[in-house]
């Protein structure tokens, strides 16, 4: 049952030769979310070898042109492809102003619908619910509004043990009962409990997107415990003063994050390109936060 | 004094792991002028060492996206890059009204000036001239209004042979009407032709490009004889229907333009993605018009 995330691009918004800007996609048990989509995102996609029709639900933190300028070029894409499945976008309500009139121009042509869904930059949000994942949206602190994106997965009933169904000859209408987190009442009066009855499932996996933002901890009650966050780190601490001026994170202030929120592993990325060598965002994040890595483009990192 | 085509791109419209939609930096004598600007051309640009300042024309033929998607990313560069020099672009005027809105969302940091000059796809129109260089663009048939476009030297004036305007004794007041092309008169009646007393320029260099069209020799005029010809060859014969049904040239189409303009060499690209071997394209071409290459992404052809 996969639950892991592949980086497209770790660059931030000048082009390098050599590294995209930000894009992720996200495949939550066969689910396929495309976060962000700086331009280049679909040679990204072709190269990672992720098809473009499995991407029905993208994700853009904000409207910094690193963050989304590959979209119209991935929406004219999947029209070419012949795309029948609605998409939908969650992003600023601006977004659909900005790119409107170049869905028009080749509107004629279009046959699938481009739902937008505006986020809400003022506080969490659900913004996405089915019977196995839940997205939320939360407020981050950056130049313009911005979000970050939580997945998880739903938490699922535990099981029963079917061999103690059968020995305290459990009626199948108080089954329902003890899955929900009942106990059960035998006829002389003996109570066996929840956790007697049931094996307790997985627990839900989660993995928290941390788009542009200075050191900002009031995400840390939300992404609480993540299996794998994601931190911007765009530059390291010898210019803390310029990451601040920019709304932008150091390396250790995304390791700082991850400690707080006590998560289980830290990937940084989102890095300037006056830095050549990435393993000095890695060696400051590290003095803070151990369990660290590089977002390196084309990995697949498991939650 | 270099006059030389660089190729960012020779994909068409679907995106490939490997190549880039189409994107070309003509240098003639030190003026780089921006042909099309698909998707990554600003990553193609740094990749090639093609300083971003000195790109101040930038020429879109057409409004499909593998021609233009690229664009406000590199606006957005440049912006970054605090760029002051005005910024000219030569399109169909409503290129203007699909990233204007893009553009004012930035607006507030932009320093420099865009200024847009429509495109007639009606008929051939110098749309550039300084004292070294004119460009002309001239309508092709293509599925949306498309223009090609001729570079072109400015003749330069012959130059004198200043022994012979010492041994004829000719007055300076002469000079200026002998370079124009008049003949030189001697005191006893003696017509000394221009050609005698000059030496002439070297021929103006002319390079062509034909964007998306199909075959439509009526380009044949205005390109005749240029030094270097680029023409689209999105397919090979085998596909010939679905060329012409698309507005596209064959490997073979864009030879036979070469060969009635009586070009001096051809370049080919705009590959679809279902070719995996481009040397299908170079033998068909070349068994109409000899000297013919592929435009490889990454190097530059001398006019």
């Known amino acids: 049952m996969p639950f892991e995330v592949t980086i497209l691009g770790n660059s931030s918004a000048l082009p390098t030769s050599d590294r995209y800007p930000t894009g992720q996609v996200l495949n939550v048990l066969g689910r396929f979310?495309?976060?962000?989509?700086?331009?280049?995102?679909?040679?990204?996609?072709?190269?990672?070898?992720?098809?473009?029709?499995?991407?029905?639900?993208?994700f853009i933190s904000h409207l910094h042109g690193d963050h989304y300028y590959g979209l119209i070029g991935l929406i004219s894409t999947f029209n070419l492809l012949s795309r029948k499945n609605d998409l939908h976008i969650y992003s600023s309500s601006e977004l659909k102003t900005l790119i409107q009139p170049q869905i028009d121009f080749i509107k004629g042509e279009i046959q699938f619908k481009i739902l937008f869904h505006p986020l809400d930059f003022k506080k969490s949000r659900q913004i996405y619910i089915d019977n196995k994942v839940e997205v939320i949206s939360f407020p981050l602190k950056h130049s313009v509004p911005t979000c970050g994106f939580l997945f998880r997965e739903i938490k699922k009933q535990p099981n029963i043990k079917k061999e103690l169904i059968r020995y305290y000859n459990i009626p199948i209408a108080e089954i329902k009962n003890i899955k929900a987190g009942g106990n059960f009442t035998t006829e002389n009066g003996?109570?066996?409990?929840?956790?007697?009855?049931?094996?307790?499932?997985?627990?839900?996996?989660?993995?928290?997107?941390?788009?542009?933002?200075?050191?900002?901890?009031?995400?840390?009650e939300i992404i609480k415990g993540v299996d794998l966050l994601y931190h911007e780190s765009t530059f390291t601490e010898e210019m803390k003063v310029f990451a601040n001026s920019t709304f932008h994170s150091t390396a250790r202030d995304a390791a700082e994050i991850a400690k707080f929120a006590d998560v289980k592993k830290l990937i940084i990325g989102h890095f300037s390109t006056r830095y050549k060598k990435l393993n000095l965002f890695l060696n400051e994040a590290k003095q803070v936060f151990e369990n660290t890595e590089i977002a390196n483009e084309g990995e697949t990192y498991k939650v």
């Open 33 to 58: 979310f495309l976060i962000d989509c700086g331009e280049g995102t679909q040679v990204q996609l072709r190269r990672n070898k992720i098809g473009f029709g499995k991407i029905n639900h993208i």
């Open 190 to 220: 003996d109570i066996i409990t929840h956790e007697t009855l049931t094996i307790q499932p997985p627990l839900p996996r989660s993995y928290a997107f941390c788009s542009d933002t200075v050191f900002y901890p009031n995400v840390v």
